[in-house]
């Protein structure tokens, strides 16, 4: 199961993209509306991306691994 924490307008498209690639491959995903700047993408509990310590979205690739 994923759990996707998003936060503001400049990451409604990126949060559905990442949900739907996610879905596709079979997974569970929650969409938690947070505030702060964050995106953070967690599996299982455990957190496998985070924008607060990149200080940058994840890339396609990064999205493509996730279910990997």
Do not use: M
Request: charged share 25%.
């Amino acid at each position: 199961q994923f759990r996707i924490e998003y936060c503001g307008i400049e990451t409604t498209n990126l949060k559905l993209t990442v949900a739907s690639e996610l879905e596709a491959a079979g997974a569970e995903v929650q969409l938690i509306e947070g505030g702060g700047g964050v995106f953070e993408i967690e599996r299982d509990g455990n957190l496998v991306f985070s924008k607060l310590k990149l200080h940058r979205f994840p890339t396609d690739e990064e999205v493509a691994g996730l279910t990997g």
